[in-house]
């Protein structure tokens, strides 16, 4: 059984401990390094490979988000998870707009982080589109973004596409959406991994951010 390499990203030490112990107690997750700042974990990233990286977002020299930016610009396959102490935590949003595959409360489940790596090490996203919209609306001033996307650069999806990405900023699942549009399930994963190649995106909840950076949805404000 291939082991899920993880490279743990928190400027306090115990709590890179007490991840290490959770993680390394399971069978198919090995820890292969450990970075106390954003630019360590850069440099550790581009040295290890690890599959999955635990990103603390506030540090010291970088912050995760910056550090986030720079793993993901530099072609790097590892897939990012945020650690934060707030649920509602606007560098989120800029953490995902980075490239952040979700995140993580860090006084969670132990079972939600293991779960969370595994999810993520097979492709998909641990933040599901339902939250996303509901961080993009809490912080909708921070929605847009540094160089604004004009709408026409979603001319590349066809009519239906378009359709399947409304229908994922409202959060449906796969089976939600097949339902709606009616069609079968597997056509509406096959329109997701069109949207997803023909943008180079890297999960369902990047492809949010697309909606909202492209002005398909208009962020408002969530209870």
């Known amino acids: 059984m291939r082991s899920i390499r993880v490279l743990l990203v928190d400027d306090q030490p115990m709590i890179r401990t007490g991840f290490r112990l ?56 590892s897939r990012i998870v945020i650690l934060t102490t707030f649920d ?6 800029d953490a995902l707009r980075a490239g952040a595959s979700g995140f993580l409360v860090k006084d969670g489940p132990a079972d939600s982080l293991v779960g969370a790596i595994r999810t993520v090490a ?20 921070l929605a847009a973004p540094t160089t604004p996307i004009v709408p026409s650069k979603l001319d590349a999806l066809t009519g239906r596409e378009l359709d399947v990405l409304r229908a994922l900023t409202r959060g449906l699942s796969n089976a939600e959406i097949a339902l709606e549009l009616g069609v079968g399930e597997t056509t509406v994963k096959t329109h997701v991994a069109h949207i997803l190649e023909k943008y180079q995106l890297r999960d369902r909840v990047q492809a949010v951010i697309l909606a909202y950076d492209c002005g398909l949805v208009v962020p408002r404000g969530v209870n």
């Not at 850069?42 to 988000?65: F, K, T």
């Not at 509602?88 to 949003?93: G, K, R, S």
């Not at 097979?122 to 001033?141: I, K, M, N, Q």
């Open 22 to 77: 959770i993680l390394e107690a399971e069978p198919d997750i090995v820890v292969v390094g450990e970075a106390s700042d954003g630019t360590a974990a850069v440099e550790s990233a581009e040295a290890l490979s690890p599959d999955v990286v635990l990103m603390d977002i506030r540090m010291p020299h970088m912050d995760g988000v910056e550090a986030t930016r720079r793993i993901v610009q530099s072609g790097s396959p």
């Open 88 to 93: 509602l935590d606007a560098h989120v949003v």
């Open 122 to 141: 097979d492709g998909e996203a641990v933040l599901s589109p339902r939250v996303t919209h509901r961080l993009l609306g809490r912080f909708a001033h």
